[in-house]
């Protein structure tokens, strides 16, 4: 069975200092996607970055980074930078298999609130 | 990215009353869709799996007759609480994938029910 552990149930960063949220994960599938979504006090989910397991390089988008390590099958995710804004809850899942198979469900770590002051 | 619109934002209901709750992928169609279910300060468990023009599959422990799930079309699923309690009220979050690389799951807006 498989699954995702985030070990910070908070994190509170100072403005503009970067933050890593931790994410470790567990699975026997060979091919499975790792996402990071944040939600905000108002409840949407939105999408932040995605690791594929077969990918070479760790992903990168904007401020966001993940710092994919199979090995150690963790998949941290690196905030650069940090603003008010990114005060949130943030969340790790993984999805086993392939996109490309159809939709698969998500299995979501625990969540980790960031807290970013001023 | 694509869009799940879902509806209503919030509601409020008696106990003993049925709620529905649409989600709709707005620019593609998801022939699966997910619900969720979130209580305050945790995470979401997934509640069931929605395929388009079949029965929806239900994860251990969560009531088919309580949580019944319709897949219509493409485009639409719906999820009812039927006769609802107290207990029920909660975050109910939808989300639609569609094949690819990604296969990121696209939410809605989420739903908070709360029933008196």
């Known amino acids: 069975a498989q699954k995702i552990t985030q070990t910070q149930p908070g994190m509170f960063v100072q403005e503009k200092e970067a933050v890593t949220l931790d994410c470790t994960y567990d699975t026997s599938d060979p091919s499975y996607g790792l996402f990071w979504y944040k939600q905000p006090s108002s409840g949407e989910m939105i999408f932040l970055i995605y690791q594929g397991s077969y990918d070479q390089q760790n992903a990168t988008e904007g401020r966001y980074s993940l710092n994919f390590q199979k090995a150690r099958k963790s998949a941290n995710l690196v905030i650069s930078a940090s603003q008010l804004g990114d005060s949130a809850m943030y969340f790790c899942a993984m999805r086993e298999g392939s996109g490309f198979q159809g939709a698969q469900k998500l299995v979501f770590g625990q969540g980790t609130r960031l807290t970013i002051n001023p | 990215g694509a869009v799940v619109s879902q509806h209503p934002s919030w509601v409020i209901c008696k106990s003993g009353t049925s709620v529905k709750i649409e989600c709709r992928s707005l620019?593609?169609?998801?022939?699966?869709m997910f619900w969720y279910r979130q209580f305050p300060k945790q995470s979401l468990m997934l509640m069931a799996t929605s395929n388009e023009g079949s029965k929806a599959t239900y994860e251990q422990g969560v009531e088919k007759d309580k949580f019944l799930i319709n897949h219509a079309s493409l485009t639409l699923s719906t999820l009812t609480v039927t006769s609802a309690h107290p207990e029920d009220s909660s975050f109910y979050i939808c989300s639609a994938s569609y094949r690819g690389r990604f296969s990121e799951a696209f939410f809605g807006q989420g739903t908070r029910l709360t029933v008196v």
């Open positions: 620019d593609f169609q998801a022939t699966t």
